[in-house]
């Protein structure tokens, strides 16, 4: 029986039942970011604090006199989250070793965007991250500036039609290839790198939980479909996102200490990229000829990553 | 009570953080700072400082950190200078609006451009309105006990707000002086163990750092107002403290020489012992003469600044920095409006000093003092100057 298709069944002796990220929070219908913050809070549990950066998670989780975190929370600025949350590692440990706090292993977490991630605040994360700091670092990669509306970002994917990478008569969109954030990462030489993507909740808690129990640096890459920047519907916030995978747009593996694995969810044989473009407003205006030069890269890329996988 | 020795200020001020038991450090190396980053990093090799030594890969990060760890209950500490202040100053309200007591020296050296590494007020001046409580040291033993008295007032449960100690780049931070460092008692008498009133753990869980609008976000805005002009009393409190325990007394605005002063200079900083220099010898000519030394920038200290000019004829202020296109320095705009609704106030002088590590000798502080004296139409008052400038 596939577990996927008979979520509901499964679900509640798989998952977490504790909501440590509440409803009530503001973020737009079909928002697969939020559906993974959520996710992320059930695999992680009660022994956890985030750092955010600024960004759409932020706002709508946050706003004064309110709140959606059940968990201890900080948000501090835009660029900054991986160094915020590596001083709350710090702080932490040396409160515990001098008794100042209970002696319990609570895990940091550091949380920010494609652009919070990728532009503005990896320096921030490189340097978090060859510290050896004991925290999980998450990038949400909705593949734009979506808080800000929609603006380009190094995520965003070649072809996609944003504010300031728009489509038009002279212009086919992004013109740049999309930055390989988890080989940046991988490249760090980290204990452990990731990829998720909430449509695969179990893939995602699994990985979450082995990244819990790692003593150093983790990094985790969420594929986090935005209805409202790629101008599809709300409803298949879920389905785009397995469509991402299933056409090796996304994949999913993970890499633990040097040794990439695909993720068993990963498909035999990759569906052909336009059954994932078609759907996506943002890709509307791109040509045959500019979807098969961008399928080809994808292959490419894809075939790249299995081969690592092959030697473990 | 410890014993005198010599020490460099950067080393003496690192010994004196280390007394106050931090357990979190964030720092980043930048001339003229990076002494105090080092010597802590040694006391904490050495195993003489239980603390986490974050070394962090710029000032942003470093400030981002010891926001984290000040969030997270941790008692914490940073260096910095100059273009490492100015990186930072995008998280300086926010540290001072999540009401964290961070302490943080700022060995005071000129912005860039052009590049330079020497003493001058331009890194500070430009933090003015982050909320942070600002303190001026003049020589070594005032960065020890200044750098000790901000731990105490910075937790302080009617406070807990940032603190900047101000100590000139070179000029103080690379002199040898004999300085009297507190024992580990002492300070322990001193200064009580950091009881934060929230913290990032889970036993407790909280939100730091919301988003606010425009519903919340003026009333944010005055608590942080209010909390700082509070803090005057604690700053007062502390110092006296200091004063009854270690027998250095500080206060917000200092003085010599001044009470029948006619003329008075007022300097912020190490330049005060030269100009005390050069009191002394125009008083030997008979000139009344005399100086006020600005401890506290901020809060600033309106009282005591009103009672110290009130019986001068002419004040002659000195800034460290240039406001561009402004009403003259940054510490003359200050003064000026501090003294505006007076009814009887002294012509007030500016001469813009002591640029990017220009020397400043006791003939320099005379000469401005002549200047003034000689401004008998009173036609350079209100107005600024930049002194021994090459035109």
Redesign the interface.
């Known amino acids: 029986m596939n577990i996927v298709e008979n979520f509901d069944l499964f679900a509640p002796r798989l998952i977490n039942k504790k909501e440590l990220f509440s409803c009530g929070h503001r973020a737009c219908s079909g928002c697969a970011e939020v559906l993974s913050v959520r996710l992320m809070c059930k695999a992680l549990g ?4 985030v ?1 955010s950066a600024t960004g759409c998670m ?2 709508v989780s ?4 309110t ?1 959606a ?9 835009f ?2 989250a991986a ?13 515990r ?2 008794g ?3 002696d ?1 292993y ?1 895990k940091v977490v550091g949380m920010a965007g494609d652009g919070g991630t990728m532009d503005i605040g990896i ?2 994360l ?3 991250m ?2 050896g700091h004991d925290m999980i670092y998450v990038c949400f990669d909705n593949e734009a500036y979506m808080n800000t509306g929609i603006q380009r970002s190094s995520g965003t994917p070649m072809g996609a039609s944003t504010t300031t990478a728009p489509a038009g008569k002279a212009s086919s969109g992004q013109k740049t290839w999309k930055k390989n954030m988890p080989e940046i990462m991988v490249a760090h030489e980290i204990p452990y790198v990731a990829t998720v993507c909430p449509s695969y909740p179990l893939d995602f808690i699994r990985k979450f939980e082995k990244a819990r129990n790692i003593k150093g640096p983790s990094y985790i890459h969420c594929f986090s479909v935005c209805p409202t920047g790629w101008r599809s519907p709300s409803e298949t916030a879920v389905s785009m996102g397995r469509l991402a995978v299933e056409t090796g747009v996304f994949p999913l593996f993970e890499v633990e200490s040097g040794h990439y694995r695909m993720s068993p969810d990963m498909p035999k044989k990759l569906k052909p990229l336009r059954s994932y473009f078609k759907p996506q407003g943002r890709f509307r205006h791109l040509t045959d000829a500019e979807i098969d030069a961008i399928q080809e890269r994808v292959t490419a890329e894809f075939n790249k990553l299995t081969q690592k996988a092959k030697f473990l | 009570m410890g014993k005198r020795v010599g020490l460099e200020v950067t080393v003496a001020v690192a010994e004196a953080v280390a007394l106050c038991r931090i ?2 450090a ?1 720092v980043y190396p930048i001339t003229p700072q990076s002494h105090i980053a080092e010597h802590l990093s040694n006391l904490v090799a050495d195993g003489k400082l ?3 030594f ?5 000032e ?2 470093a400030m ?11 008692r ?1 500490y940073t260096a910095t200078s100059s273009q490492g202040l100015m990186l930072m100053h ?2 300086l309200p ?1 540290a001072s609006a ?1 009401r964290l007591p961070i302490t943080m020296a700022i060995a005071n050296r000129a912005v860039s451009g052009p590049l330079n590494i020497l003493n001058d007020h331009s890194d500070i001046m430009p933090q003015r309105d982050a909320g942070w409580i600002a303190v001026f040291a003049e020589n070594g033993q005032e960065a020890v006990d200044l750098s000790i008295a901000a731990f105490k007032i910075a937790e302080h449960k009617d406070v807990m707000l940032p603190v900047s100690v101000n100590i000139d780049g070179f000029q103080l931070t690379h002199m040898v002086e004999p300085v009297i460092l507190p024992s580990q008692e002492e300070v322990d008498a001193f200064l009580p ?1 950091f009881v934060p009133h929230a ?5 407790n ?9 425009s519903d ?1 976000f003026t009333e944010i805005m005055k608590a942080k107002d209010e909390a700082i002009k509070n803090s005057r009393k604690v700053i007062l409190e502390v110092w006296d403290e200091w004063g009854r325990q270690f027998g250095r007394s500080y206060k917000p605005v200092e003085t010599y020489r001044a009470e029948d002063a006619d003329i008075l200079m007022l300097t912020m900083g190490s330049m005060g012992e030269t100009a005390k220099i050069a009191i002394d010898e125009l008083r030997g000519k008979g000139v009344r003469a005399g100086l006020v030394k600005l401890r506290l920038w901020r809060p600033f200290p309106f009282a005591e600044l009103k009672a110290a000019v009130k019986n001068a004829q002419k004040l002659i202020v000195t800034d460290r920095a240039v406001s561009f296109g402004g009403p003259g320095g940054p510490v003359f705009s200050e003064i000026k409006s501090a003294l505006f609704a007076q009814a009887r106030r002294p012509s007030i002088y500016n001469y813009i000093i002591g640029l990017g590590g220009r020397d400043m000798a006791v003939s320099d502080f005379v000469g401005m003092f002549d200047q003034v004296l000689a401004d008998r139409a009173q036609a350079k008052a209100d107005t600024y100057e930049f002194w021994g400038v090459r035109e």
Request: charged share 20%.
């Open positions: 009660d022994d956890t604090v750092a932020e706002i946050s706003m004064f006199p709140t975190w059940r968990i201890p929370w900080i948000h501090v600025a660029e900054n160094a915020v949350a590596s001083g709350v590692e710090a702080g932490l440990k040396a409160l070793k001098k100042k706090i209970d319990r609570i320096q921030a490189s340097g978090a060859e510290r | 357990d979190m964030g239980d603390a986490e974050v070394t962090v890969e710029s942003h990060s981002s950190a010891v926001i984290g760890a000040a969030a997270a209950g941790a914490v995008e998280l926010i999540m163990p913290t990032l753990h889970p036993s869980p909280v939100t730091m750092g919301a988003f606010s609008m919340y």
